[in-house]
Every structure is written in C-alpha cells, then in structure tokens.
C-alpha cells in the first residue's frame, strides 16, 4: 500500500489526508444555529434585493467592511443579538420575533401552535422483531386535543 501512495503521488503530488470527519463533527455540532443564521441571511438577502441596495451599500450603513458583510450573507455567522438588533434598525425590518411570555396560561383552554408529540396509540408488541417494541405515532395537535387523546387511551 506505501508503495501504491508513493506511484500516486508521483503522478498527482502530495497527497493530504481528508478531514471529513472533523468537519461532519463541526456541521453536526453547529447545525442547530445554523439554520436560523441561514435563514437571517436569505431574509436579509431579500430585503436587500426589495431595497434595491448592494452589500455594500449594505456594509456603509451598518458601518461595517464588505467583507464582514458578504462572511455574514453566506448563511455561516453566529450572530449576536447586537448585531440582528443593528440589522433590523438599518433594514427597517424584523429578522426574529421572540414570542411574549405569559405568566398565567390556562393550557386546558388556551390554543397554542401545533406542536409535534410522539404519543404511544397502541400498546401492541410487534412479533418476534423486539418484544420491547411498541407501534407510535406521531400526530400534529394542540394542547386541548393532547388532554383528550391522553384521557382517552390512559
């Protein structure tokens, strides 16, 4: 095998050793913050593009470099608050909404946003695949509809 790396790297160069793993473990590790700074760079990218404003123009109002600017554009910066909340004054709009915090939510009336939970329907084992096996579902419901549902199969 040494002899077969040395016959390619004769004919391509040095060969390097691939790092694929450390930057799966980096992506993996930073994909949660990721996604939304994706998402502020699309929404910045389009309220620019409605502005009719470049990177540059931009970077000067932010007082900022270009370069700062395209870094953060590419969908790879952990912004700061500071930052989004700079964002949002020059753009003249909202980049995140932080939902208000109410102190006396009655849940057995009160209709929050579809939340996504994973409720056991059947408490049937599945053959000889696992006997610790159970069928679940998942459903799409809220607060009101998961207090019947558990009411029901309790």
Known sequence: MPN???Q???????IEESKWKESAK??????????????IALAVLNHLDHLQWSQ?????????????VNKWLKGKENFTLETI?????VLGKKLISIPKA??????STERIPAV????NLFNREWGNVNDNFKLAKVISMTASSYSAIHSNYN
């Open 102 to 107: 109410s102190e006396n939510v009655d849940f």
């Open 8 to 14: 390619l790297e004769s004919v391509f160069g040095k």
């Open 4 to 6: 077969m790396k040395k």
């Open 26 to 39: 980096e992506w993996k590790a930073n994909r949660d913050w990721t996604r939304y700074s994706q998402k």
């Open 85 to 89: 909340a700079r964002m949002e004054k």
């Open 116 to 119: 996504t939970f994973q409720y």
């Open 56 to 68: 540059k123009n931009f970077a000067e109002a932010m007082g900022v470099s270009p370069q700062a």
